[in-house]
């Protein structure tokens, strides 16, 4: 059974379970009601405990509900891309037909400009020529391209305003995440440059950093040296630092966004959900948004948010840094929000026994449950990280 299975049997079969736990919350109760000497004051608390941990899950549930259904929406949509994007049959009457490689997108625009996916030779809003893909999403993509007015390469994330169930909150989110990102000016933040909007195409273009993502470093060469990952650790905790110096949460936190460039550049990237302390209503209430490995407890429960939250994000990072795997791992991101909120995470040195006893503690700090604590910033547990 595959993943979008059982994700879809989750999102619907997730209400049936609610309901069952609240009829038997329910049939509980009516019980102690019926009891001849009137309940027992002790039973009683004790069904008060439950009421709360009852309203607490179902919280929970309905949280990662709503986050497994925005989940496959963008599956959805990126299966609806890669139908766009696939080669053309000239025989097949189906498909849609596309602009000429190399040609420059005017009145008429193809479906998959539209939907925030561009091809090779393409020239967005008459100045950013594409050369290639450099990753993609289920909203839209990052691609190389030269810009002409700045004479040098840069990368373009786009997203279309098409997919958005109201694309006026989208391009305000798109402006935000700008905002956000040019409040804070340090080495180790990828510097934006701009956003624009080229027909229902939404892209913000900024600095091309060439090399690899943390993710992918970890995933060709396994766990990193401790002096590396030492290092790695210590500027993306800088840059975080930054950020929350300015008052910008990051909030989506990961070794993938995380680029690890020439002459041991580090950059942090994709301030998408970032949010500054003083923005509030940018989301749909109860909405998670992130990713469940990376995830703080209070995140994953649709709670408020702070720089505490992305600390946690940086003790799960420095976690699968150092032994190759994130502390929490799952078959659905249901089960890892679970564990996230309920489950102790196994010692560092568990994993990794030649990591030094005061770094575990600096990342098992970072992952505590309670925000509390947690080391307030991203400055505090760069110290704690050491050199």
């Known amino acids: 059974m595959g993943p979008d299975v059982l994700a879809l ?27 001849p000497k009137g309940p027992d004051p002790r039973l009683l608390e004790a069904a008060g405990k439950e009421r709360k941990l009852l309203e607490a899950r179902i919280e929970n549930l309905e949280s990662i509900v709503t986050s497994v259904d925005f989940e496959l929406n963008q599956r959805l949509n ?7 994007l696939a080669p053309v049959n000239p025989t097949d009457r189906t498909q849609p037909a596309s602009t000429p490689p190399g040609g420059t997108l005017g009145a008429s625009i193809e479906p998959g400009y539209a939907m925030g996916l561009l091809r090779p030779g393409q020239v967005v809003l008459g100045r950013y020529t594409i050369e290639r893909e450099l990753g993609r999403g289920g909203m839209g993509a990052v691609y190389l391209a030269n810009d002409s007015k700045l004479s040098e390469r840069v990368a373009l994330k786009t997203i279309s305003s098409a997919l958005a169930g109201d694309p006026a909150e989208m391009a305000d989110r798109f402006r935000m995440e700008v905002q956000a990102a040019r409040k804070v000016t340090h080495p180790n933040v990828i510097r934006i440059h701009d956003i624009g909007e080229d027909g229902p195409l939404l892209f913000l273009s900024m600095e091309y950093v060439e090399g690899e993502t943390l993710f992918a470093r970890v995933k060709r060469l396994g766990a990193l040296a401790v002096p590396e990952a030492r290092a790695i650790l210590g500027d993306v905790a800088a840059g975080v630092a930054a950020a929350h ?12 966004n995380v680029l690890l460039g020439k002459g041991r550049a580090v950059k942090v990237i994709d301030f998408g959900l970032a949010k500054m302390s003083f923005a509030t209503g940018m989301t749909a209430t109860g909405l998670i948004m992130g990713t469940p490995e990376y995830m703080a407890p209070e995140q994953v429960r649709g709670l408020a948010t702070d720089a505490r939250t992305d600390v946690y ?20 991101p249901i089960a890892i929000g679970f564990a996230q909120v309920n ?15 005061a770094l575990e503690e600096a990342v098992m700090r970072a992952l505590a449950k309670e ?10 547990m760069k110290r704690a990280l050491g050199d």
Request: avoid cysteine; proline fraction near 12%.
């Open 9 to 35: 049997l989750m999102v619907f079969g997730m209400p049936v379970m609610i309901v069952l736990i609240v009829s038997h919350y329910r049939f509980k109760t009516k019980e102690l009601e019926k009891a």
């Open 78 to 84: 990126k299966l609806a891309h890669e139908k766009l």
């Open 245 to 256: 110096a300015a008052g910008v949460v990051h909030r989506d936190l990961k070794p993938h």
């Open 313 to 332: 994000a940086l003790g799960a990072m420095a976690y699968f840094a150092l032994a190759g795997k994130p502390p929490f791992v799952g078959t659905t």
């Open 343 to 357: 489950d102790a995470p196994p010692p560092l040195r568990t994993q990794r026994p030649e990591v030094p006893l």
């Open 371 to 380: 925000p509390g604590k947690r080391f307030p910033d991203a400055g505090e």
